[in-house]
């Protein structure tokens, strides 16, 4: 049965998306079978990966509101891909209305769990219905920050919504890391922000911090993840240096 993790981060632009293309890559590189879920109705993850959003015709709104099967809108790209599209902006509204609406995603994975061993869900940038359900359909969270512009208050909102989501929809969800991005080891404030973190989160801080490179931003432009576009530069490895921190942690919390 697969692992569900969650990338979330109300804060725009802190690589929540780029996070989770180039991580499911670098797991799929390691043989695993990976399934990424758009959840984010501006579908960066889906463009990313070549998709004209406009011309998507089912998505994951049909999936969450009309209770499509996730099959039919899974597609085979670098890794399969179930995939966005600006339609999903009203999923909030036509799933609140709803029995069930937090769990709307938790159903539908149901149905393909077992062909997955990691299924990864990108998250719109607001604590939301579509994170909700991000959250309470996983098991672990990584939360992106943004070196140069570290908003501690923002994570604390962010936790408080998980101890929310643990108290009344799924007790085991928890925090696997805090991904430290966009880092420049030039910089005395980039250091200062791990700094801040680290005494603030302690061990959830990742070992592996993604650097800042302009791969990032020519990756998706050519429909690729940075993994497939540049395989052997330093931001492809620094994925798959996380991709082991978290097979590692998984493993240790197995033999726990
Ligand atoms: P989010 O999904 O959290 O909004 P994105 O993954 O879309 O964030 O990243 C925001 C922007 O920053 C994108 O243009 C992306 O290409 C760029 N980016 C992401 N990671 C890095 C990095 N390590 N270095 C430089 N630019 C990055
Ligand atoms: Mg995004």
């Known amino acids: 049965m697969a692992r569900v993790l969650a990338f979330a981060n109300q804060k725009g632009g802190v690589a929540k998306t780029t996070s989770t293309i180039n991580l499911a890559v670098a797991f799929k590189e390691q043989g695993l079978r990976v399934l990424a879920v758009d959840l984010d109705p501006q579908g960066n993850l889906t463009m990313s990966q070549g998709f004209n959003p406009d011309e998507i015709t089912r998505s994951m709104f049909d999936v969450l509101i009309h209770r499509l099967p996730i099959e039919h809108v899974i597609h085979e790209v670098e890794v399969d891909l179930a995939v966005s599209s600006i339609d999903l902006a009203g999923a909030e509204l036509a799933l609140s209305a709803t029995i069930g609406r937090e769990r709307a995603l938790e159903k539908a994975l149901g149905a393909v769990k077992d062909r997955y061993d990691w299924i990864l869900i990108d998250t719109p940038p607001s604590l939301g219905l579509l994170t909700i359900n991000a959250l309470v359909a996983a098991d672990d969270v990584i939360v992106p920050v943004q070196c140069e512009y570290l908003s501690l208050r923002?994570?604390?909102?962010?936790?408080?919504?998980?101890?929310?989501?643990?108290?009344?929809?799924?007790?085991?969800?928890?925090?696997?890391?805090?991904?430290?991005?966009?880092?420049?080891?030039?910089?005395?404030?980039?250091?200062?922000?791990?700094?801040?973190?680290?005494?603030?989160?302690?061990?959830?801080?990742?070992?592996?911090?993604?650097?800042?490179?302009?791969?990032?931003?020519?990756?998706?432009?050519?429909?690729?993840?940075?993994?497939?576009?540049?395989?052997?530069?330093?931001?492809?490895?620094?994925?798959?240096?996380?991709?082991?921190?978290?097979?590692?942690?998984?493993?240790?919390?197995?033999?726990?």
């Open 154 to 256: 923002g994570l604390v909102q962010l936790e408080n919504t998980l101890q929310m989501v643990r108290e009344n929809l799924n007790p085991h969800v928890h925090i696997v890391g805090i991904l430290p991005t966009m880092f420049d080891g030039r910089t005395l404030h980039a250091k200062e922000a791990i700094e801040i973190l680290e005494e603030n989160f302690g061990d959830l801080v990742f070992d592996t911090k993604i650097r800042k490179t302009i791969r990032f931003a020519e990756a998706p432009v050519k429909g690729s993840s940075v993994m497939k576009y540049d395989p052997s530069g330093k931001a492809a490895h620094a994925y798959r240096d996380l991709a082991k921190e978290v097979l590692n942690g998984a493993k240790a919390r197995e033999h726990a």
